[in-house]
């Protein structure tokens, strides 16, 4: 029992007492990977400790991602990297260039003792039911973009509720969660409305929306603006042999649907920004360049990963509202 040491009066709590004794001796390899720890109950009566207290210890490097459990035979080192502080599961839904943005934004501020392990759901059900049970207890911390997904909140439930951060979108089931988020029917209906001066000029409105990945509140968004200030309107659910009728403006989710409705404009002839007219959502590099500038609505990607590291090292228990801007081009 020599590997570990408790101080009565040293005024840290036992448990961290437990911990820093087991990173020493691993640091002065006293333990090598694979070694096995003290039992539970053998630390509990060397020291007089309650069982809670070993266990909130062991379950700290668990998450960690230093020691792991075999059920019925112990507790086992698992890594020798003492210097990570914290183990994050993260949860995308698929990857894009802006989860990329999201992504970089968070490991550039969260910090070199923090180990990020990175997922994807793709939109399935199943897969990220499994993702969710097989992490549980692996990590300090998870953070989960559930998307517009059904019948996953109790899976998440399942989570340790002061250890589970949500990401982008946010519904009434996840209310009880922190979060970083984007209100996508606040944000498509003040985009619209900041274009307004130049929207008006349009005969009607288009969104195209496939309804499959996309949140429902840029729909519901968009429709409340055109009804509130009396636009004509359709919503569809994809381009694929639709033409372009003069003073037409898109209102685009896709960027694939963005290609689509670029190059059919151009099989007609049609000038965009004079003809008709586009509205694209998300920012990207490109869509400074591309057909002369391209109209955005988006939310600040970086500014949500900078907010989510906040998050994690703070300890912030708060739902945040990420920031969307409308940019203006030549494509309204």
């Known amino acids: 029992m020599n590997l570990i040491s408790i101080q009565n009066n040293l005024g840290l709590p036992k448990y961290r007492q437990i911990i820093l004794s087991i990173e020493k001796a691993i640091d002065d390899e006293k333990l090598k990977k694979g070694d096995r720890l003290p039992s539970v109950n053998k630390v509990c009566l060397s020291f007089s400790l309650s069982r809670d207290t070993v266990l909130q210890a062991y379950d700290e490097l668990k998450k960690r991602g230093i020691i792991y459990a075999i059920p019925g035979k112990g ?18 839904d698929e990857l894009n260039i802006f989860k990329e943005d999201i992504y970089n934004s968070f490991l550039k501020n969260i910090g070199k003792d923090v180990q990020v392990d990175i997922f994807f759901h793709h939109f399935n059900v199943p897969v ?15 953070i989960i973009m559930p998307t517009n997904l059904t019948d996953i909140i109790d899976s998440i439930k399942t989570l340790p509720v002061n250890e589970v951060i949500v990401l982008d979108q946010i519904n009434d089931e996840l209310k009880s969660y922190p979060a970083i988020y984007q209100n996508h029917q606040k944000d498509i209906f003040e985009g619209l ?16 929306f496939p309804g499959f990945r996309e949140p429902l509140g840029m729909k519901t968004g968009f429709e409340n603006f ?28 896709n960027d694939r649907d963005l290609v689509g409705v670029i190059e059919e404009a151009r099989n007609q002839n049609l000038k965009l920004g004079t003809d008709f007219g586009i509205i694209s959502y998300n920012e ?30 703070k300890g ?9 801007s409308l940019i203006m081009r030549n494509s309204l």
């Not at 990220?128 to 300090?140: M, P, R, V, W």
């Not at 409305?193 to 195209?208: F, V």
């Not at 055109?226 to 989710?253: K, M, N, R, S």
């Open 75 to 92: 507790y086992y080192v698992k890594s020798v990297e003492t210097s990570i502080r914290q183990k994050i599961f993260l949860l995308f």
């Open 128 to 142: 990220f039911k499994k993702l969710i049970n097989d992490s549980n207890g692996n990590y300090t911390k998870y």
């Open 193 to 208: 409305y900041k274009g307004k001066s130049r929207i008006n000029k349009y005969k009607k409105l288009i969104l195209i």
């Open 226 to 253: 055109c009804t509130e200030h009396h636009f004509d309107y359709e919503i569809i659910t994809q381009f694929t042999d639709h033409e372009i009728a003069i003073g037409d403006l898109y209102v685009i989710p």
């Open 284 to 313: 990207t590099p490109l869509k400074k360049v591309v057909a002369n500038g391209i109209t955005t609505i988006s939310t600040h990607f970086e500014a949500m990963g900078k907010i989510l590291a906040e998050m994690v090292l």
């Open 316 to 324: 912030k228990n708060e739902q945040i509202e990420n920031k969307c």
